[in-house]
């Protein structure tokens, strides 16, 4: 706690201050590129002859942080009009191609940067092309972007670059969290965020790709809609239907919901994740069958998933890329006892009952969570996790956890957790720390190892 006090000091001193954007150093820096100047007359920015938006920006990006450090602006040339200059390869390099199999391996995300001969390829897919000059940015040339209004600039020269090479594919491949901060497309490009609360244009790599999300009952299947006529289709509660969750065992429910999530994926053919999910309560229907279903997988879990599989395999030969997404959480977050997740289902398992100012690991109070999770690697193909990390009675107070937040994602990683959703304070623009706090916990999403010292250290001398 005594190392974490200083930052915690720094930045409530900082947070009632107005800060300028750091846009410039205080004179141009001179770039060495394996010992080459990099000048306008010697080097460019080389795009494939028919470069996708993605690697269009990324070669934008690169122009504009290079000009800001050296005050050169590298031209932005297709590959075929390279001649004799040197530069920098985006993408689908002729000059330096990349194998088929690699290209695969990198997935939408994942990067390879190398330093060959004078150049450097930037090179990755979808999303991985922008990921790529983003490592190469901050890595080989020094810059961090702090927060979406703040990017802190090298100020020391000369800057050289000699055999850089990285090629990393994130382990998490779903990374989000709920900072104001973070909202921001370009930031979140940049800190190679990519869940589906993030506003990413499609030039920014875009959002993973949801449609409704989380807490959907409601939105299939109405109350407002059917509950006056068709009571029967919600929550049996006592001697009372209530619109609280829908009756799983109801086959009229299953065909209703089936036909409305089909409805709108026909109208977003983008949509490759779906959520089906309970409603944020706790009346789950208590009725003959669904109580018998639960008492047999020993879980409430056990309605909701025989319930999403169905769902799914009735989807599956119309959209075979689609992954339906569902919450264990709460009543559902004990994993069933027979039943077993499709492989195009996505258990997103929520751990707000935890305490979180101690690890995962650690806590004696988080055991049953653990089990829960041990439950769940051991069945789910898809794993991901809602992890909160909010003070929720405080949202002003700091949440004094920041040495907790690696452990815990590599105790997830050692847990096979694909995505990681951070719930984080969105109800105010500062409170927590929240700009610091989403500075680490975007570097951890994306490199797990990433030392959290350096990350405090970088935020507040920045």
Known sequence: MHRLLPALLACLFFAGCQTTPATHTTKPLTILLQGRPVTAATHAIFLPDDPTLTERTAAQELQSHLQLVSGETLAIEPESRRGDRHGFFIGRSMTYPIDAATREQLGTDGILIRSIDGDVLLAGNERGVLYAVSVFLEEAVGIRWLTAKDTLLPT???????DFKRQHVPRIAYRGML????????????????????SLTDAQGGRMPYGNWVHTFSQFVPADTYFDEHPE?????GDQRRPSQLCLTNADVLRILTAEVDRRLRDHPDVRYISVSQDDN????RCEPCTALAEKEDSQAGPLLHFVNTVADNLREEFPDLLIDTLAYQ??????????PRENVVIRLCSIE????????????????????AGWRDIADRLYI????????????????????KPNVNYYLDHHVRGIFEQTNYFTTGGELGEL?????????WNPDYDVDQAIDEFCAG
Not at 179 to 198: P, Q
Request: net charge positive; with cysteine.
């Open 331 to 340: 009543y559902t977050r004990k994993p069933p006892a027979h039943v077993r």
């Open 156 to 162: 020391r020269g000369p800057i050289e670059i000699g």
């Open 386 to 405: 809602w992890n909160y990390n909010i003070n929720v009675h405080g949202t002003m107070l700091p949440l004094t956890n920041l040495y907790v937040l």
């Open 282 to 285: 706790r009346g789950y229907c």
């Open 354 to 373: 935890c305490v979180f100012n101690d690890t995962l690991a650690d806590h004696q109070f988080n055991e049953a969570f653990r089990r829960d999770l």
């Open 437 to 445: 706090r989403g500075y680490v916990i975007s570097k951890l999403l």
């Open 179 to 198: 900072y104001w901060n973070l909202w921001d497309g370009a930031f979140a490009m940049r800190s190679r965020i990519n869940g589906a609360t993030h």
């Open 233 to 237: 289709y919600y929550a049996l509660i």
